[in-house]
């Protein structure tokens, strides 16, 4: 009979136990934009030559993670989280306007 603390810290016959393991294949929408030219007709009479709007989003969500609970990104791809903090969701929005 094994007890469980061995169970846990060695597996069975001093392997690591397959329950312990699990995938670290995953794949991400990290970002998305899109930008938009604002026409110079627009303006009318004021001194802008032109205008640009851009919207970009980043780290959106997993389209396929294996790892149960965690980020495999923060990782390099191993799967091991470390007891970091995953990656954190940004959106921005950017104004060019040019005189």
Do not use: C, E, H
């Amino acid at each position: 009979m094994i007890q469980t603390i061995q169970f846990y810290r060695y597996g069975l016959n001093d392997r690591t136990p397959d329950f312990l393991f699990y995938s670290a294949a995953w794949a991400k929408f990290r970002q998305f934009s899109i930008n938009y030219n604002i026409p110079r007709s627009v303006f009318g009479n004021a001194p802008i030559r032109g205008a640009n709007v851009a919207f970009i989003a980043r780290i959106l969500f997993d389209i396929y993670n294996k790892l149960p609970g965690a980020d495999p990104s923060i990782s390099g791809g191993q799967g091991i989280s470390g007891a970091r903090l995953p990656n954190q969701q940004t959106f921005t929005v950017n104004i060019n306007v040019n005189f």
